[in-house]
């Protein structure tokens, strides 16, 4: 497979690392592209949301009569009238499609609230405004129950976080505690990182329509088949007459990745009523009903001898998830790849809230992670009075570093010496608080990004018809990333045929199964089965030829067909074992370099960020522009977590006090600079045409380029996120 796959990757290619357009660039600037909330059915009515108002309780009692005597209102569901659905499955490693449970809250089951903003009503009306405006006048009669809220408070109870398959984040190598107080040079932080939420230009929406038995979901999901197999089993209906249709998604970060109570409660509003219903989240909607990232806090204790040769490595976190469920992220993962040391100890602890479950975002655990490790190890480089990429240069290690397995590839330090080179890195002074233009206080700052690499199989058929046209069928998800596109790329290179004869149909549940678009591993999931495919093709049209020469269309003229179909199909298990065995020798990953200028403005602590370049090993690049882009927009999310973004969440009630745009800061245009994107564009040896995944890797490292460089324009270490002015004042 290695000789293979390096190569393929290094072969000539037409299309392959070209910067092509989006296929469906077109459609989404020319407003013809239909969102799950765009589609219209005759006789469609709207719902909306009614949330607790109190953290933990049972309601006693529930007044709807002034909500259904708003004009168009056609129902109101609670817990006293809905239909049934089936309880949320629990997570199985035997059917990954249980991932997708987000909380183990049956809706509308239950008289029970389990937290601040959980839904416990359901207004179906003749549109979207009559809906909302009945779903402020229901009143439910609570019971309250004691809550758990405190994060901050309940950090001292924090248990040991269960482990995950397929990423290890604990190590215990030598005795790192021992070393630290024998270290001739140390740094001991305690950082913080607040609680985060999903803002996808499209807020979640569903647009549910039953057909006896058979559903129809239109719906902004990164997981379309096991959305399906989640629908099926939760309503007691067959997989295979449920279709689940999401051919554009307005972004997906992690909170699409899931199925959350707006899915849920539009399918069974139609259901009920016995008609399509939309339901559209408020932007408010999506915060208490879809989960975020965790708060976490963290201790990154160094040892270092007067070389800067790392000799102790503490880095310790306590994250939170949700009563009712959640993602305990792999906060220290990262720090068991970044640098070598004789004594490492990395440990994880959760605290359990009664607050809404928390939920994969973009890089979950390593963008907050990374936050810790990379401030500290700047830190460090402050101590030794050494530069911090020569102190990165110094520790970088050869094999991972707490249990010696190789390395699939790692450019780390190539990544470092263009990135300084291009930067202008050695130009600048090296004193704290000693740039300065006019008012501003000018400071650079530097951080390495890591993100594991992951893949999983998909199911992928490839029809070649006589007139040369490619259809490619599989049911992955688009979130504005350009997956379809990259995909028409490797299809044309892999058949030698003009990327205009090649569709890629996707976004559909009829289409052959893909993974999630999770983890960073859907570009080479995909291209895994789409290489297959093209080779199976390939083989089936020679035989047709019997040897001799022409081109696809002589060929199937001769043979007097109309078209060829290959189909690969995903062997799940031989995979996972595969998967397992190889992780047992091999580590792999997505890695790079930030290097950050800010300027802090020396009387009010305004911090903008004035020049960004990242350098990424990242495999080989399919698409220049859209691994650019989304490169840049893992920079820009990293950002806002840097410097603006944070959900106040409320520690008496558990409501969360800026759930809108206008309270909850993400970045805008005039906050981010150009953006200054490299990649090394080396191929992976073991991975299909030698990609590697790029969704997730380049918000890591972000907030730490930043607090290092306010460190250095000011003297200040912010260990408390987000940098706000406050902090450096
Ligand atoms: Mo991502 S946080 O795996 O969508």
Redesign the pocket.
Known sequence: MTTTETERATAPATYVGKPVDRVDGRAKVTGEARFAAEHHYPDLAHAALVHAAVARARITAIDTAAARAVPGVIDVLTHENAPAMKPPPKFSPLDLSTFVSATSVNYLATDEVHWNGQPVAVVVAETPEAARHAATLVRPVYQELPAVLDFAAEEPNAVPQKGNLLQESEADKGDAEAALKTAPVTVDLRFTTPPYHHNALEPHATTAVWDGDRLTVHEGT?NIAWLRKHLATRFGVPERGVRVLAPYVGG???GK?MVWAGTLLAVLAARAVGRPVRLALSRAAVYHTVGGRTPSTQRVALGADADGRLTAIVHTSVSRTGRIGGMPEPVTAATRHLYAAPNIHLRQHVVELDLLANT?????GEAIGTFAIESAMDELAWELGLDPVELRLRNEPERNPVDGKRFSRRLLREAYALGAERFGWRDRDPRAGATRDGRWLVGMGVATAYHPTLMLPANVSVRLGADGRVVVRCGLQEMGMGAATVQAQIAADELGVPLESVRVEYGDSSLPDAPGA??SVQTASIAGGVVAACDKLKRMVRRLGRGAPGTYAEILARAGRDHVTAEVKANMPVFMIRTLLERRRLVKAACGVHFCEVRVDRDTGEIRVSRWLGVFDVGRIVNAKTAASQLRGGIVMGLGMALSEETLVDPRTGRIMNPSLADYHVPVHADVPHIDVHYLDEPDPTMPLGLVGI??VSIAGVAAAVANAVRHATGVRVLDLPITLDKVL
């Open positions: 990164q997906g970060f992690g990745a994969a975002m973009r890089a979950p999770g983890g969704g997730e």
